[in-house]
């Protein structure tokens, strides 16, 4: 089984600042897949990035990074230069190789002031 | 190219009404999903469809079944609606099995049982 933990229940950050959102995972596969995806108060999913367990560099989409440790098994995602409509619940989440199915963390509320 | 559309995008039942909530896809995806999000808990998969033709239970299956009508369409049934089971519901789906793939969620179904 797998578990997603998000530790930050909250996170505050002035704009044009950069943030970093925790995640850590617990899984025994040997191969497994890890995404970001962000909710905006209107209330959709939207896929941010992802890492797979093998992969040799740390992934990257525009803004976001994603501060990878296996060793650690941490998956942070890193935005960089913070924008208003950053502001949402951020999931974090984890899918063992092979199969379909995603566990989630609880999420991190992002708030970006002005 | 309307990605994953879900009906209603409300709705209010009283305890032990019966409903069935729609969620088809246009992507010619294989597997899709139904989870359940409830405040603080990010969210829980009730019922998967990995191929045309199967469904599995996931974290949170009772009190709902599913039918994987076609390759589109995949709906989820509350037969006895209980006030635990008020939630917002997303569907999903996902082009294949691969753990790289992600998944597409449609705009949810807000649930409140009275």
């Known amino acids: 089984a797998q578990k997603i933990t998000q530790t930050q229940p909250g996170m505050f950050v002035q704009e044009k600042e950069a943030v970093t959102l925790d995640c850590t995972y617990d899984?025994?596969?040997?191969?497994?897949?890890l995404f970001w995806y962000k909710q905006p108060s209107s209330g959709e999913m939207i896929f941010l990035i992802y890492?797979?367990?093998?992969?040799?560099q740390n992934a990257t989409e525009g803004r976001y990074s994603l501060n990878f440790q296996k060793a650690r098994k941490s998956a942070n995602l890193v935005i960089s230069a913070s924008q208003l409509g950053d502001s949402a619940m951020y999931f974090c989440?984890?899918?063992?190789?092979?199969?379909?199915?995603?566990?989630f963390g609880k999420g991190t509320m992002l708030l970006v002031s002005p | 190219n309307a990605g994953v559309t879900q009906t209603p995008k409300f709705q209010v039942l009283k305890t032990g009404q019966s409903m069935t909530l729609q969620c088809a896809q246009d992507?010619?995806?294989?597997?899709m999903y139904w989870y359940r999000q409830d405040p603080g808990m990010g969210l829980r998969l009730i019922y998967y469809?990995?191929?045309?033709?199967?469904?599995d239970k996931g974290e949170v299956p009772n009190g709902y079944n599913v039918s994987r009508l076609n390759k589109r369409e995949f709906s989820l049934r509350l037969e006895s609606a209980a006030p635990s089971q008020t939630s917002v519901y997303f569907c999903?789906?996902?082009?294949?099995?691969?753990?790289?793939?992600?998944?597409?969620f449609g705009p949810g179904t807000r649930l409140t049982v009275l």
């Open positions: 999903a789906s996902r082009p294949s099995g691969s753990s790289t793939d992600t998944q597409y």
């Open positions: 899984t025994s596969d040997p191969s497994y897949g």
């Open positions: 989440a984890t899918t063992p190789s092979g199969y379909s199915t995603l566990t």
């Open positions: 890492q797979g367990s093998y992969d040799q």
């Open positions: 469809s990995a191929s045309e033709g199967t469904t």
């Open positions: 992507m010619n995806h294989n597997s």
